[in-house]
């Protein structure tokens, strides 16, 4: 028999530390979404070679497939030009009405372009709607250009962006996705990575009102600009982001959508075709939204709490205090059982009182992030009281 010193813990066998060591995993995977702790991501298969799909607010991410996955973005890349220029406009160091003159190389930049002329001359923001509207490289050369002094020192703020944003996986050597001629190098990033740079881009709402467009004039209307998103105007909530394809990169597109509240990331990379493309992203979003669930939690306005709050120096002393609307919030349904309802109310209230007059309020928490708040009121008139009662309330 082994005697236990009350100032020397016993020492764990040899046995029971493989036995302990053993079981670890079995325990992990036993209790994996239990405690705070966040349950894998749902995995993915499809027409695609890389896909994944997020919660905007919380980063959450809901499905995946090779998500870090190193692969060209192609077209996709422009969502980092927009999102430095926009920073840049955000910060007063230019204006979306800031005139641009177009440069010969700019203008001999090939591909998908809305063929800029040597010497024209468009507004900051008129050559960001072709970048996300239409994808023209010309005009994202252009505003490089404008930005930085040369398309190469703006990569350069790109790759600085994309490293604050902790983007790992992520290396642009142009600010267009084209492939890359002789000598250079190709753009290279992942699913998350998009994803984490949607997200920022989701900060400017010029973003979203550009990309929701199937199509804009341009030119003084000599120009349509065409979007190449086939999911715009059909699938319900979704006002964004980019596409891309070249050979190497296959039908990419970096898509978001909200719908009752919820808004969705999500990217597909590798795709066959343009309508594979869009059909799995339609799927992967309807079936991201499908995750989420209504919890109500106060059925109507002007519902009463059950205690009531002492009031100060009142002709009553205490007061019937009330929600002032309903109030419902859209999660995960894994977490829906998590959510708690906090009354934020002082331990006495002041009189005079009148009715509907906010004396607090009700906050919907998840895991310490608020969801949603309604104001609490008092639901009755509480004048001031007499001598006595100011003195001994």
């Keep these: 028999m082994t005697t236990l010193r009350p100032d020397r813990p016993a020492r764990p066998r040899a046995g029971n530390l493989r036995l302990f060591a053993l079981l670890c995993p079995l325990f992990a995977l036993l209790f994996a979404g239990v405690g705070g702790v966040v349950a894998a991501p749902v995995a993915i298969d499809g027409d695609f070679a890389a896909a994944i799909v997020v919660d905007a607010a919380s980063g959450e991410v809901l499905m995946a497939k090779n998500p870090h996955e ?17 920073e840049k406009v955000a910060a007063g160091d230019l204006a979306l009405s800031d005139p641009i003159t177009v440069s010969g190389h700019a203008a001999k930049i090939g591909g998908s372009q809305v063929y800029l002329k040597d010497g024209e ?5 008129q050559l960001l709607e072709a970048v996300t509207i239409h994808s023209a490289n010309d005009a994202a050369t252009a505003l490089a250009e404008y930005v930085a002094g040369s398309a190469e020192a703006f990569i350069e703020l790109m790759n600085a962006r994309a490293q604050e944003l902790g983007m790992k996986d992520t290396v642009f050597h142009s600010c267009h996705g084209l492939p890359p001629a002789r000598g250079q190098l190709s753009d290279i990033s992942s699913a998350a990575d998009m994803a984490l740079l949607c997200k920022a881009l989701l900060a400017h709402p010029e973003s979203t009102r550009w990309a929701s467009q199937a199509e804009a004039p341009f030119r003084g209307g000599e120009f349509t600009l065409h979007n190449p998103n086939g999911l715009v105007g059909k699938f319900p909530g979704l006002d964004g982001m980019k596409t891309g394809y070249t050979v190497p990169a296959g039908f990419c ?17 590798g795709a066959k075709s343009g309508k594979a493309r869009s059909a799995e992203t339609a799927r992967l979003l309807t079936r ?4 989420y669930t209504q919890v109500k939690l106060i059925d109507s306005a002007n519902k009463p709490l059950e205690a009531h709050v002492r009031v100060k120096g009142g002709s009553a ?29 002082p331990e006495k209230l002041t009189a005079p009182l009148r009715p509907g007059q906010v004396v607090g309020k009700a906050v919907a928490k998840l895991d310490g992030a608020v969801l949603g708040e309604v104001p609490i009121i008092a639901i009755e008139a509480v004048d001031r009281g007499s001598f006595f009662q100011r003195l001994f309330g």
């Design 121 to 125: 001359t468009f507004t900051v923001e």
């Design 253 to 269: 597109l970096t898509a978001t959508a909200q719908q009752r509240g919820a808004r969705l990331i999500s990217v597909v990379m």
């Design 288 to 291: 991201g939204f499908a995750m």
């Design 70 to 86: 190193r692969r060209p973005p192609a077209s996709m890349t422009k969502m980092m030009t927009e999102l430095v220029v926009l």
């Design 317 to 345: 002393r205490d007061v019937v205090v009330a929600y002032a609307k309903s109030l419902s919030v859209l999660v995960l349904k894994a977490s829906s059982g998590k959510v708690v309802l906090e009354n934020q109310l």
